[in-house]
Structure formats: C-alpha cells, structure tokens
C-alpha cells in the first residue's frame, strides 16, 4: 500500500468520486464532515490542512488531518468537526501506527471519532454518545418515540407564539446572508452567556462557514434553516448534510423569544423539513447535560476522542505534555456532579462578563 500526503486542492476529480462511494458504501462514513467538500473548505481556509491518500493501483482510502507541529497532527478542523476518521473502502487492513508512519505523524489527536474505525480503537480514551434523531420511518413515527409531554408542550408554545407574536413559519434553506450573520451574532452572544469560547470570534471558521454556504454539489449541502414570525427570525440553524445525514451545528434564538422555546421548536421543525427532503439520520453530536439533546435525541451512537501515538520520543514528550490536562477534562466529563459545577462556574463566568 502507497500512502501520499497532499494538500486538499490536490485531489482530483477522480479522487473525489471514489471518496464519495467509499461514504455510499459504509453506512458510519456517511458524515458530512467526512465528506470532500469539507476536507476541500478547510483546505482554502487552513494552510496546515492535508490529506492522505492510501492506494493500491487504487484509492483505498483518504484520511484527512491537520498539522499542529513537527511530527503532530490532529482531525482537520478539529475544534467544529463533529465526525472525524479515515474514509476507506469495505474491508481495508491497515493498523494505526502505519498509518500514521505514512502520514509520518507521531501523533493523531481525535475528538468526534465516528464508530468502526479500528485502526484507532486502542487509542481511545473516552467514548460517548451522539444523540440521534432517527427520521427513516419519517416524522410522525420519530414523535411517537418522544415523550409526549415533551411533544405536547413544544407545540403548544409554538401555537401561544403564533398567538402572541404573530404567524409561525419555517423554511429549510434560506439563501440570504445577512440572516446568515444574525444566527452568527445569535450564537457569538449564546457562547459568551455560557462561558464558552466563541467559535466565531475565530476568522478561519466564519471564512469555513461562508465557503460551505456557498456549496452546491450533490450529495452535500449546507442549508441555513429560519423560523420566522411573519418575516421576522426568532432561530435558525446553519449544518452541513449528506442525502441523508444532517448534522446540528450551529443552532441559536433570539433571547428575547426565550419563553416560548424557540430552540426546540426550531429544531421539530427542522427534522420535519429534513424528514420530507428523504433525510433519515439528524445528528444532535455529544453534549452531556445538554437538556434539549435529551429531549429531541431517538437513540445515542457512540464517538470516541483520544490521541494516536507512535513509539516515538516526540510521542512521548506530546504524552507528558497534554496528558495532565486530558485526564482532568475527561474526569470532570465522566463526573456529572463535577460537570455541574463546571458549567454552573462557566455560566456565572458569562454572566459577569456580560455586564461589563
């Protein structure tokens, strides 16, 4: 087997068709963020963006990642990828550490590994649940699953909103940019309230989301969905979908519309639309102690993060100087009396922070 490292705008057109049938024919690589178009943007946004190309006369797989220093690499776009992995073909035998020689990486840190990936299976340190809205028996039959009280009081706020504020619309793919940069504002605030850090004070994720709004390919899509009352928004949620996976990414409201729920609303609304467009998978990602995650999510499917290393001094030195902090984060994950306290802490930390 070949393996050759080059840049995302290397692929060709050939390279891109057989990436996308490799998705087709496994149903856990059916991740937009596994997809080209992904791996293509954040080549235009990323210097250190790259590409493996494992070959045998063939493409056999194509395993993204990003450079973070001699011999350290990490999943591309790590810190917004909620699916991360090697795209390959049915039945590939390769093990982690040549992989990562072919890469030649020391190091592989993962964060939202998606299930089936072998090659890494010895290196992970947590796993967790993304919780899945499960469409492919459509809407009607994904509600049923839901508590009906949840259900129940969704849509009776959204009918006291229609009441109150005015007639309750949505639409799937809005096509305008300045609604585009208010769910950006919506959510830069949002991060901020809860303590966390802005993914959109970060130019190179507001230029990622600019390029993949901008894409029309089949089989990839990037749609800005709105609820509106009248013509004015009150949430909306930019994600990136296969044919049959969308994917939450960024969803926000306007805060001044926070007693009817317009999150939740939203979101039914958004898997009815996807439902109806042939969309069988809706993935929320992980978020523990996310209440709304709980409440929309069908079932869970497990990702994994962790760090693929070789034996290697420069994997030994990464080792002693990221592990103290990864098992404290993990601890505090793995702990919901401590994960309380954290986001209770974080939240107080964005409050303050607000009123200066």
């Known amino acids: 087997m070949e393996i050759t490292v080059i840049r995302p705008g290397e692929l060709g057109a050939s390279d891109i068709a057989s990436w996308r049938g490799m998705q087709r024919a496994l149903p856990q690589l059916d991740n937009p963020f596994l997809s080209p178009e992904f791996t293509l943007a954040m080549g235009e946004v990323s210097p250190d963006a790259r590409v493996a190309v494992l070959a045998e006369g063939r493409p056999v797989g194509f395993f993204p990642f990003e450079l973070r220093g001699r011999g350290v690499g990490a999943a591309l776009g790590a810190w917004v990828s909620l699916g991360q992995g090697l795209v390959h073909e049915p039945g590939l035998e390769i093990s982690g550490e040549r992989l990562l020689r072919g890469c030649g990486l020391d190091v592989w840190e993962f964060g939202t590994l998606v299930r089936d990936q072998p090659w890494f299976a010895p290196y992970q340190t947590l796993v967790q649940d993304s919780a899945i809205v499960d469409l492919a028996s459509g809407f009607d039959a994904y509600l049923k699953g839901l508590s009906k009280q949840f259900v129940a009081n969704t849509f009776r706020k959204e009918r006291k909103l229609g009441r109150e504020a005015g007639e309750v619309r949505f639409e799937f793919e809005v096509r305008d940019e300045a609604q585009l940069r208010l769910l950006r504002r919506w959510k830069s605030d949002q991060y901020r309230a809860m303590g966390r850090a802005d993914r959109f004070a970060r130019r190179w994720v507001v230029e990622l989301v600019e390029r993949l709004y901008a894409v029309q390919e089949p089989g990839f899509a990037a749609p800005l969905s709105m609820l509106y009352i009248g013509d004015e928004p009150v949430a909306g949620h930019f994600g990136i979908c296969t044919d049959t996976t969308l994917v939450d990414w960024f969803p926000a409201y306007d805060p001044a519309y926070s007693s009817y729920s317009p999150g939740l609303i939203m979101h039914l609304r958004l898997a009815e639309a996807a439902a109806a467009r042939g969309i069988h998978t809706f993935d929320l990602s992980v978020g523990t102690g996310s209440q709304y995650k709980t409440s929309?999510?069908?079932?869970?499917?497990?990702?994994?993060?962790?760090?693929?290393?070789?034996?290697?001094?420069?994997?030994?030195?990464?080792?002693?100087?990221?592990?103290?902090?990864?098992?404290?984060?993990?601890?505090?994950l793995e702990t919901p009396l401590l994960y309380g306290m954290a986001d209770r802490l974080m939240r107080g930390y964005g409050r303050l922070r607000g009123r200066r």
Do not use: C, I, N
Request: no cysteine.
């Open 296 to 332: 929309l999510r069908s079932r869970g499917e497990p990702v994994a993060e962790g760090v693929a290393r070789r034996r290697t001094a420069r994997a030994a030195a990464h080792w002693l100087g990221t592990e103290p902090v990864r098992r404290a984060r993990r601890r505090v």
